[in-house]
């Protein structure tokens, strides 16, 4: 998938924050998005990332957006 798509379901959630390794956004500590290749702008992986140091860090990977608007819609509803 492209970074542009990712890009465009990241930002309906807040302020999207994008350098050479893909793009990202934080919500309550939490950072979703979106890793490529250094410069490219095809996407490897779409993640999640939580926790405050190494030993609590928590990471999940998603193969699609509509696996990671799910993860994030839910952690929306739950935190409403």
């Known amino acids: 998938m492209k970074l542009t798509n ?3 379901l990241l930002s309906q959630y807040g302020e999207v924050k994008q350098d ?3 793009a990202r956004i934080e919500i309550d500590g939490w950072t979703y998005g979106a890793s490529t290749n250094w410069n490219e702008q095809e996407v490897l992986f ?3 990332e ?3 140091n190494t030993r609590d ?6 193969n699609t957006l509509k696996g ?3 993860c994030m819609d839910r952690y ?3 935190t409403a």
Do not use: N, P, W
């Open 57 to 62: 860090r928590h990471f999940y990977s998603y």
């Open 6 to 8: 990712a890009i465009k």
């Open 50 to 52: 939580c926790g405050t």
């Open 76 to 78: 929306i509803r739950a």
């Open 68 to 70: 990671l608007k799910d």
């Open 46 to 48: 779409l993640y999640c």
């Open 20 to 22: 050479e390794t893909g």
